[in-house]
């Protein structure tokens, strides 16, 4: 008996040693302390997590920044994706079962800026496809693009927001 106990104590202390060097306890810092540089990733195991977090934040500073029309066309674009594979007149469940596939369509430069978009505008998205909106009117709704009305011609522009 005494002999069982020992082995299964000898089990439990070495399954809690040998975890304690799978990363250093720096790295239980978090995501701050781990992507801070390469080494540091590497060192923590947690390089695609750095690389992953890295490209979203500069894509998403890509759309942030004041190039004329960029978060514009990107809202277009997927807006047009979403209301390609919801289909003509969609319902709301139609709508969602888009919105599942739409970001993973676009592939991976445009997944995470879409995934946050339709997340953040889900509500307006579906109301406006709803009511037939097009994608640029759309994403005049959400802010995305800026509409300029001509009162004269009667025609209407879009701008970046």
Not at 127 to 150: F, G, H, Y
Request: hydrophobic share 40%; with cysteine.
């Amino acid at each position: 008996m005494a002999l069982l106990f020992i082995f299964g104590l000898n089990a439990v202390v070495g399954a809690a040693l040998a975890g304690s060097h799978l990363v250093p306890e720096t790295c239980l810092q978090g995501p701050e302390f781990w992507c801070k540089d390469v080494t540091t990733a590497v060192e923590c195991r947690r390089e695609q997590y750095c690389w992953d977090l890295q490209s979203s934040a500069l894509l998403w500073e890509t759309l942030s920044a004041p190039v004329p029309g960029k978060k514009c066309s990107v809202c277009i674009k997927i807006m047009q994706k979403l209301q390609d594979l919801a289909g003509e007149d969609p319902d709301e469940e139609a709508i969602n079962n888009a919105i599942q596939k739409t970001c993973q369509a676009l592939g991976k430069p445009l997944s995470w800026v879409c995934k946050t978009m339709l997340k953040k505008f889900k509500n307006k998205i579906i109301q406006a496809m709803e009511n037939n909106e097009d994608p640029k009117e759309i994403c005049v709704d959400l802010k995305m693009c800026r509409s300029d009305s001509r009162v004269l011609s009667g025609s209407t522009s879009y701008n970046a927001a």
